[in-house]
């Protein structure tokens, strides 16, 4: 398919409710043997058995174990939006806000670490045929850091791209910690240190 036809091709239309449930139920079982057994627990047909759905069914909704768990860190990550808009964090500086809201992203994550690893292991693993799922993952953690910011006004250039940097910078450290090359103590650091940016790219600081 050209792309002239692919941006032509209609978006695919929204789940019933039955259907969202049936996702719902979908990623709570990933989850479930996530938090278990980490990346090697996440098996298509046990998912399946314990969402209660046929395997076929599974693999329309999800065509792979991959695709699977990078919507299962969509969701997490939409969990920890919604939790983070009721209780914003109280930093003075849009940095501190930041850093602050990264460490508490980044604490549920250390609560389920086999959760953690089978999720960050199926974003590093995701090829092409995964974009859109990666892509809404960074959008989610863009969302987080904006909110985060309580900016007054929309995000100037330059913050956007410190905004792209500290992502990369909290996906690297997830990554180093869960290898078990970083202590919490030296993600914090870094998460504080890249956040840093976040004012030193605001209009004030350049002026």
């Known amino acids: 398919m050209t792309a002239e036809a692919k941006a032509a091709s209609p978006a695919a239309p929204p789940l019933t409710e039955r259907q969202e ?33 046929a395997l076929g069914t599974l693999y329309r909704y999800f065509p792979s174990k991959v695709h699977l768990l990078v919507a299962t860190m969509q969701d997490q990550l939409q969990h920890m939006h919604t939790t983070i808009r009721k209780r914003p964090p109280g930093g003075e500086t849009p940095a501190e806000r930041v850093a602050e809201t990264l460490m508490r992203a980044f604490r549920a994550l250390q609560r389920e670490p086999h959760l953690a690893d089978a999720m960050v292991r199926a974003l590093t693993f995701a090829d092409r045929s995964v974009s859109p799922e990666v892509d809404t993952v960074s959008r989610l953690t863009t969302a987080i850091i904006l909110d985060a910011m309580g900016l007054d006004q929309p995000p100037t250039a330059q913050q956007l791209s410190a905004v792209r940097v500290i992502e990369h910078t909290w996906h690297s450290a997830l990554i180093t910690w ?30």
Request: glycine share 6%.
């Open 21 to 53: 449930a049936r996702r719902r139920r979908i990623l709570h079982a990933s989850a479930q043997l996530a938090s278990r057994g980490g990346f090697d627990a996440v098996q298509m047909r046990e998912v399946a058995e314990a969402a209660g759905v």
């Open 178 to 207: 869960l290898s078990g090359r970083a202590s919490i103590a030296q993600v914090k650091i870094d998460i504080e240190t890249v956040c840093r940016l976040i004012d030193l790219t605001a209009p004030a600081a350049r002026a």
